[in-house]
């Protein structure tokens, strides 16, 4: 397994060691005890979780507020999309600021994204599975967007200036009046 680290601190791209010949291809997705040594802290997941997407479809910018902040380690077994997550934490000297990556069946990446930073994606390919482990359930009362376009953050969604999005997420605020992490 690699670890590449990006422009934001905490914020990880994991690449498995893969195994492939011509019957095929095999890596290990999850191994705790190699993950926490390469985030650096110990970590549990909780919950996991399996979306399908269309082509153009952008889910997010999405988090969870204390007590149920939610870690995610996220992946794709189908398809492409396009994979971002924005620091909220005000403290932070990257507040407001979003790194993305293309995770892919392909490419087989995983992205890291602590608690305190929103997340969303937009589907590049026809369609897209995508998987995700969280460090906390899901709790409707703590679920929070931030507005995908909002130019304060500017995200560079990869030319889908009109993408399909939920009504939940076509309402979303912009960063200046979410809620937030201090």
């Not at 994979?83 to 990257?94: G, H, N």
């Not at 995983?110 to 369609?127: C, D, M, N, S």
Request: aromatic share 14%; no cysteine.
């Amino acid at each position: 397994m690699k670890v590449i680290d990006t422009s934001i601190p905490d914020v990880k791209i994991i690449e498995p060691t893969v195994f492939a010949d011509d019957r095929g291809f095999f890596f290990e997705s999850f191994n705790q005890k190699t993950f926490e040594a390469a985030i650096g802290r110990s970590v549990s997941f909780v919950q996991d979780n399996h979306s399908r997407s269309m082509l153009g479809v952008l889910r997010g910018l999405h988090y969870q507020l204390e007590p149920h902040a939610q870690a995610k380690l996220v992946r794709v077994s189908i398809g492409a999309v396009f994979d971002v997550a924005v620091d909220i934490r005000r403290s932070s000297p990257t507040f407001g600021r979003w790194f993305g990556v293309e995770l892919s069946a392909e490419n087989k990446r995983q992205f890291w994204i602590p608690e305190g930073f929103a997340h969303g994606f937009v589907t590049l390919t026809e369609h897209a599975e995508f998987l995700y482990k969280t460090t906390n359930y899901y709790a409707p009362e703590s679920d929070r967007g931030i507005k995908w376009d909002d130019p304060t953050i500017g995200v560079d969604w990869q030319g889908f200036s009109e993408p399909i999005l939920s009504a939940k997420d076509s309402q979303q605020p912009l960063l200046s009046d979410a809620e937030t992490f201090n």
